[in-house]
């Protein structure tokens, strides 16, 4: 292999921000934070998502407002560009 060319792969530290659940697993992702656990140091990456918070792994399924948010769309914009205003007019 040539050198210089890849990317360090290492032990990273990712952070499920919405039940504050870490794991390590190695990658060759880039952070500036950094934390320790388990008496060592290493790179933080900060998640939305992981099996420990997904409603698929947890059985736990959040109601998502989709009719709230299309209608808040609709004031906003209106029937402009809108492919039902035109197949109704």
Known sequence: MRKDIHPEY???V???MSCD??????STINSREKITFEG???PLIKIE???ESHPFYTGKHK???TAGRVEKFRQKFGAVGSK???ANG
């Open 10 to 12: 290492r032990d990273v």
């Open 14 to 16: 990712f952070q499920d």
């Open 21 to 26: 659940f870490k794991f390590i697993t190695r």
């Open 40 to 42: 060592k140091e290493y």
């Open 49 to 51: 998502v992981s099996a």
């Open 63 to 65: 109601i998502v407002d």
């Open 84 to 86: 039902t205003a035109v």
